[in-house]
């Protein structure tokens, strides 16, 4: 049997929202291969490490985000030969959300950590170092099809939030704009997605607005769909 | 840096349905270790393979199956230290669809290729090699879960279909069963997925019954829920 021997590394696409837009945490690398270039954070699984936890050190090795209140979730591996100039890498992939971009601090393979519009990364002819500009593609669509039938959107808002931010955040993910009355009719009416915690607030010194924490629910029953 | 070599599986749960139930395709192992007891088909890496591609050969190595009008996905890796005891090992997981079983010829590590419900190996005490009792059960409950967001069903059937043997499916699957008249009633009104060919079967020397093929949607607009 022709047994190859490969290394096996975790990437992660961290995404936050901000200024109503999907944003990604990428890395400027500061090693060769690619040195200089835009990639996601992550690294070689280490020894009795389970893919979860080496997830989870890479982030905060890379980043020093803290995985608490992270949504952190494995969406695909990727191995096509010649990925990697340094041999045979099969990636495993996640994606994590994280309620607002913390203070971040470089390390590792990393010499400057970026949050930047996701769009933007896709658009334009950024330099984006291995396969990652597909991974960050992927990523991202994962997570415009995952608001549409789960609940993750909260992990996006605070420990509680108007209907008003959350479908702020539904707009940015999906850069659609949505009926406000609409949103909140349909938001309302699913069990489990909202809890009304029967505080408000008014922010802007506008008409009090209810505020709402994550209920139990992990699905959404009926789905929220992206408008077409 | 203390990077761990690791070698690179593919493992296949396939799927089809039979006899009212969902039946997976095991193999006896014919070699150590866990020699003798039932695991899924897959195998190594090997040099210049993507990971795609060494599915689809271990399958038709081990089993004979073919891959045409197969549904083949990929859907999560395993990694945990000390799942292998040949060393460091990381499984990436597909599950297959496949209308109904095809003969089937063991090869490679396979001894012997065996159909099996799935529940049955999931309820009994079978002695089921590696992680693999735990992969089956994530890849019976992501085809489940597929069911209710997308058209996979039509995978399971044949060229052309009846609404009741669309239903089978379902009821086999989700181990459910399903109201006839309600469920005709709402998978013909979900645009694409199905397609009425224009012919007419009478199975059993019945009444006449619609033949339909499989549309061009992808998900399900809205969604089949299991019933609770």
Known sequence: MNTETVRVAV????????????????????????????????GFLEPGEDLDQAAYRELTEETGVLPSHMHLEQFRSYGSPGRDPRGRVVAVAYFALIPSPPKTEAGGD?????????????????????DHRRILADAAEQVRAKLEYTTVATRFCGETFTISQLRQVYEAVWDRSLDPANFYRKVTKIAGFVVPTGQTTSIGGGRPAGLYRAGDAQTLEPPMYRPR
């Open 110 to 130: 990393a010499a400057e950590v970026e949050w930047t519009p996701v769009d933007d990364l896709l658009r334009a002819d950024a330099d984006i170092a291995f």
């Open 11 to 42: 990437d992660m696409a961290v995404f936050t929202v901000r200024d109503n837009r999907l944003w990604i945490l990428m890395i400027r690398r500061g090693r060769r291969p690619y040195e200089g270039m835009l990639a996601l954070p992550g």
